[in-house]
Antibody, heavy 117, light 108 residues
Framework: QVQLEQWGAGLLKTSETLSLTCAVF????????WNWVRQSPGKGLEWIGEMRHTGTTKINSSLRSRVTLSVDTSRKQFSLKMTSVTAADTAVYYC???????????WGQGTRVTVPS | SYVLTQPPSVSVLPGQTARIPCAGHNIGFKSVHWYQQRPGRAPMLVVYDDSDRPSGISERISGSNSVNMATLTLIRAEAGDEADYYC???????????FGGGTKLTVL
């Protein structure tokens, strides 16, 4: 059973860069797809993107211009960077393990990111 | 882009059966996954590939998928089943994971 632990800055100012990292414990880092999902206050789930250990990425077209995903296979970690944040990016951000049919099997504990307006 | 539509809320009496629909064009041709999210918690996968359950998920939860509607069914509803439920698919046309808007299940 894969477990995910995530961390990163929780309070940002407008125009700063959001940076989050997720560490993978248990399971093979190369067998799965590594995802980021966010949830704005009181809203539903929004997929940000996924990355494979090979470096191949798929990113939500609505965020593509601001999002960079990366992996560190040696450390079994993957990361999210989002530039030029605004209040609209205030959300809980989750990392998640993706399986063969894109179901998200395991999730991190979530990181609350706040960008005051 | 592909759209999944869920009702904002569903109510059920204790001990009865709750059905949560998820509508999408030709969704029957896609693998549908379902998540349960309790307040303040991360989502949890409860059904994958239309009707399979991860280990540890209650047998009271099941899923089905046909033509333009997928359905999550909870039998013998309990207070502990109160949560938000989200359906999800992979849209191969856009290369995106797509979530439904979520349904709040209330056990009256």
């Amino acid at each position: 059973q894969v477990q995910l632990e995530q961390w990163g800055a929780g309070l940002l100012k407008t125009s700063e860069t959001l940076s989050l990292t997720c560490a993978v414990f248990g399971g093979s880092f190369t067998d799965f797809y590594w995802n980021w999902v966010r949830q704005s206050p009181g809203k539903g789930l929004e997929w940000i993107g996924e990355m494979r250990h090979t470096g191949t990425t798929k990113i939500n077209s609505s965020l593509r211009s601001r999002v960079t995903l990366s992996v560190d296979t040696s450390r079994k970690q993957f990361s999210l960077k989002m530039t030029s944040v605004t209040a609209a990016d205030t959300a809980v951000y989750y990392c998640a393990q993706g399986e063969a049919h894109y179901q998200l099997e395991s999730w991190g504990q979530g990181t609350r990111v706040t960008v005051p307006s | 882009s592909y759209v999944l539509t869920q009702p904002p809320s569903v109510s059920v009496l204790p001990g009865q059966t709750a059905r949560i629909p998820c509508a999408g064009h030709n969704i029957g041709f896609k693998s549908v996954h379902w998540y349960q999210q309790r307040p303040g918690r991360a989502p949890m996968l409860v059904v994958y590939d239309d009707s399979d359950r991860p280990s540890g998920i209650s047998e009271r939860i099941s899923g089905s998928n046909s033509v333009n509607m997928a359905t999550l069914t909870l039998i013998r509803a309990e207070a502990g089943d109160e949560a938000d439920y989200y359906c999800q698919v992979w849209d191969s046309d856009s290369d995106h994971v797509v979530f439904g808007g979520g349904t709040k299940l209330t056990v009256l």
